[in-house]
């Protein structure tokens, strides 16, 4: 399994990226696909998940309603659209999964096993 996340850069308060995770591997496509960022002097923290079999969605209360995750099976990648972006979202963002874990729910349980090399996101005005 492995994941390349891309799509970061440098915004302006108020805008949006788009970010994107490569995917590869023997069924892939229907695992799990958590984001994750750590911003500088914080821990990695869990962002956004999609699920394997039903494209559920999860994210963490800070980011409801401005990002949105979803998934194009055919192309193997998972995104990350972040709307109105503040300061506080600058971070290194990273994708991650777990091999066999479909559900959201069992990779916050059990946590990742495959991390993408992360992409920076800046937010500055």
């Known amino acids: 399994v492995q994941l390349q996340a891309s799509g970061g850069g440098l915004v302006q308060p108020g805008g949006s990226l788009r970010l994107s995770c490569a995917t590869s591997g023997s069924s892939v496509d229907y695992y799990a696909i958590g984001w994750f960022r750590q911003a500088p002097g914080k821990e990695r923290e869990g962002v956004s998940c999609?699920?394997?079999?039903?494209?559920?969605?999860d994210y963490a209360d800070s980011v409801k309603g401005r990002f949105i995750v979803f998934r194009d099976k055919a192309a193997s990648t998972v995104y990350l659209q972040m709307n109105n972006l503040q300061p506080e979202h600058t971070a290194v963002y990273y994708c991650?999964?777990?091999?066999?874990?479909?559900?959201?729910?069992?990779?916050?349980?059990?946590?990742?096993?495959?991390w993408g090399q992360g992409t920076q996101v800046t937010v500055s005005s």
């Open positions: 991650a999964t777990r091999a066999l874990i479909a559900s959201c729910y069992s990779l916050k349980v059990r946590g990742p096993g495959y």
């Open positions: 999609i699920s394997g079999n039903d494209d559920s969605t």
